[in-house]
């Protein structure tokens, strides 16, 4: 009858209700909203990091009105770095005055497998010393090679065609180095698993040659029979005295963030903060490049560099080891 059928509107009651489904989703889905994570937290932490053997990397977590108020109390209106070895009491190396925009500075030291720890503070006009932040301690690695580690490998060649009798009583490594040493009847005979190493040994020196065998370090049989040796053969050699050197070039700098710098007529990206670094092969040679900055307002700035080398060897002299990226300091090489 008219008027029966039950309404849409209605809610679902009755068993099985609670299975109901509920309202879709939306029609249009929600995007997320964009975040942007914050230029400092303000902490006041000062970390320090190796690079390499010889520098070191130092960020300080200070807000930007914070930064600027230790500058404007501060002698010289920025702030200053400090690095020791191991502890304040140490040798330091010489202060570094940074930007007053730059919440991050390297800082070149001149020993490599050393315990360095770094202080972040400012001069008052009366040259009282005011400390912000102290670091951890960061250790630089070794700048020498590895040592040499010599690696011996011994190889067990598979059994083929043993009898069955043989293989039920005598173990894998036995029957592998008895069939390769034609011994098959040794190990029943009683012979241990060192003697038959031995025996493989001597069979492989006689096969080779005495010249060969010394070489690898295998014993040699002197009248044609076995013999007791060291299996490890002779000892290895200590490494003689070498010496590597070598050099690198690092131009950096600083400008407003919204600059645009250029070396040798190629741009290259500034930091959030202004400022640059850029890094050279320096070989011998004589090398000239230009640095140039354009502000947004069209102002600009230059500045032309000039660097040579030339090395004067005495003795035996390698080249240490370079980052492969390194390129020597010529327009072409900025990338």
């Known amino acids: 009858m008219e008027g029966d059928e039950p309404s849409s509107a209605a809610p679902a009651t009755g068993p099985g209700g609670e299975y109901v489904p509920g309202p879709g989703p939306p029609a249009e889905p929600l995007e997320p909203e964009a975040a942007e994570l914050p230029e400092a937290y303000g902490t006041g932490t000062l970390l320090l990091t190796a690079r390499e053997p010889h520098w070191l990397y130092a960020h300080w977590d200070l807000a930007r009105e914070e930064q600027r108020r230790c500058n404007a109390l501060a002698a010289d209106q920025h702030l200053i770095l400090r690095v020791y070895e191991a502890l304040p009491s140490g040798p330091a190396v010489p202060e570094v005055h940074v930007l007053p925009e730059s919440q991050h500075w390297f800082v070149q030291v001149p020993h490599a497998d050393t315990k360095y720890m770094a202080e972040l503070g400012y001069y008052r006009p009366g040259g009282q010393w005011v400390k912000i932040s102290i670091s951890d301690v960061a ?26 009798a043989a293989e039920a009583r005598t173990p894998a490594p036995g029957r592998a180095l008895a069939a390769a040493s034609g011994r098959e009847g040794v190990w029943e005979e009683g012979a241990s698993l060192a003697e038959l190493m031995e025996l493989r040994q001597h069979q492989l020196a006689r096969e080779m040659g005495s010249q060969a065998a010394a070489e690898l370090g295998l014993p ?11 299996p490890g053969g002779a000892p290895a050699q200590p490494r003689r005295f ?52 354009a502000s947004a307002h ?30 020597p300091p010529s327009a072409e090489n900025v990338a």
């Not at 230059?302 to 004067?312: I, N, V």
């Open 220 to 230: 040699f049989p002197v009248g044609g029979g076995p013999g007791i040796t060291s």
């Open 298 to 327: 069209h102002e600009w700035r230059q500045a032309g560099l000039r660097f040579s080398r030339r090395t004067e060897y005495r003795g035996e002299v390698g080249d240490h080891p370079l980052d492969v990226s390194l390129k």
């Open 139 to 164: 250790a630089t690695p070794p700048d020498s090679l590895a040592q040499e580690k010599t690696v011996q490998l011994a190889t067990i060649e598979p059994v083929r065609g043993a009898p069955p």
């Open 242 to 293: 070498w010496f590597d050197v070598n050099a690198e070039l690092v131009v950096y700098g600083a400008t407003e963030p919204d600059a645009r710098v250029t070396i040798g007529g190629r741009p290259i990206r500034l930091r959030p903060d202004g400022s640059f670094s850029y890094r050279f092969a320096l070989p011998d040679g004589s090398y000239e490049l230009v640095v140039a900055a």
